[in-house]
Nanobody, 125 residues
Framework: QVQLVESGGGSVQAGGSLRLSCAAS????????MGWFRQAPGKEREVVAV????????YYPDSVKGRFTISQDNTKNTVSLQMNSLKPEDTAMYYC??????????????????WGQGTQVTVLS
């Protein structure tokens, strides 16, 4: 019911910046949270940012706090992830996701209903 399409991935040198975008379409009115997740080879999918769609409050894990910023533009129905001071450890496939969860910040991927196809981010050292 909700379609998500990520863009903006690519390769960047360590210390550089990258901005990811997620375009949402369909029945987006039911979404309470939008999140960005990443998954590196051999690792579990992990949350990197969450935003409450009906406000501006956000969540970040310690691994990206202070470096990543999630934002939304409800007029354009998009959510973005600004990534600064990138590290090789940030290399992963990044996914945009939507959640109808009614509790606090959902950090578990299982709490998200819809997912994008992913966009690759590679940080070179």
């Amino acid at each position: 019911q909700v379609q998500l399409v990520e863009s903006g991935g690519g390769s960047v040198q360590a210390g550089g910046s990258l901005r990811l975008s997620c375009a949402a379409s369909g029945y987006t009115y039911s979404n309470n949270y939008m999140g960005w997740f990443r998954q590196a080879p051999g690792k579990e999918r992990e949350v990197v940012a969450v935003i409450y769609t009906r406000g501006t409050s956000t969540y970040y894990p310690d691994s990206v706090k202070g470096r990543f910023t999630i934002s939304q533009d409800n007029t354009k129905n998009t959510v973005s992830l600004q990534m600064n001071s990138l590290k090789p450890e940030d290399t992963a496939m990044y996914y945009c996701a939507a959640s109808q969860y009614k509790g606090g910040y959902p950090t578990n991927p299982r709490l998200y209903n819809d997912w994008g196809q992913g966009t690759q981010v590679t940080v070179l050292s």
